[in-house]
């Protein structure tokens, strides 16, 4: 049993998946194998109508777990990075609509869960938003390039992704993190409500138009998570 990741069912066939690490939420091989077994459960039965991934108080996740980032095992690390991107395919490519409940700092990994969710609503809270890979000395796997530039806004690209640039909850909406920000303590019950509202779309127009819109996005990473897995190796400075 992973209790990091929990799983509820909601009214309207709405399935919570709960992250909660009781620290900074980061993406470990546990947690992502967690939230990919709830995309199971989601994309498997057919009473569920849309998935809600929900993080912690005050933080929905830090990124790729550091204990591993920062062990010098090249082949961990770098499996860890390729689960990551395909955890952030599925969402992306799911057959279900998901909703991120995002409930404060996402950075790194973080916030490319973010780029994989249909709709992101955030708590309006003090924290930090975006991908600081450059900035700590990392190149971004091309996987994570090829869902930046389909999903930021063209106008922010630029800084959110060659210079790092670290946005708060409300300006994350304008660069593409985000949809839209809402009181802390509303955030959950928020992205519910966007859920419950995806009842009402025909669930095989909605898989199949997913797969015409996305479809090369989702293929071409999954060509470059395969090419990564092959390489074994982290892109650095």
């Known amino acids: ?106 950075l790194a990994a973080g916030a490319l869960v973010l780029l994989g969710c249909d709709v992101r609503v955030g708590a309006d809270i003090d924290c930090k938003i975006g991908l600081n890979e450059v900035a700590i000395g990392m190149v971004l796997p091309d996987w994570a390039f090829t869902i930046a530039v389909a999903r930021l806004s063209n106008r922010h690209l630029q800084r959110s992704v060659a210079t790092a640039r670290i946005t708060d909850a409300a300006s994350a909406v304008d660069v593409g993190y985000l949809d839209e920000v809402v009181a802390a303590g509303d955030v959950l019950d928020t992205a519910v409500a966007r859920a419950a509202d995806f009842a009402a779309l025909h669930p095989g127009a909605y898989s199949g138009t997913v797969q015409k819109l996305r479809g090369d996005v989702i293929s071409a990473m999954a060509d470059e998570i395969a090419a990564d897995r092959a390489a074994g190796a982290i892109p650095t400075a």
């Open 1 to 106: 049993m992973n209790e990091s990741v929990l799983t509820e069912r909601r009214d309207n066939g709405v399935l919570v998946c709960h992250i909660d690490d009781g620290k900074a939420n980061a993406l470990s091989s546990e947690i992502i194998a967690g939230v990919l077994a709830a995309i199971d459960e989601a994309e498997s039965d057919d009473t569920i109508s849309a998935l809600v991934i929900h993080g912690r108080e005050g933080k929905f996740s830090a990124g790729f777990d550091l204990t591993v980032m920062r062990s010098g095992d090249v082949a961990t690390m770098s499996k860890l990075v390729s689960d990551g991107g395909e955890l952030v395919r599925r969402l992306y490519g799911s057959s279900v609509p998901v909703v991120a409940a995002c409930t404060g700092h996402a």
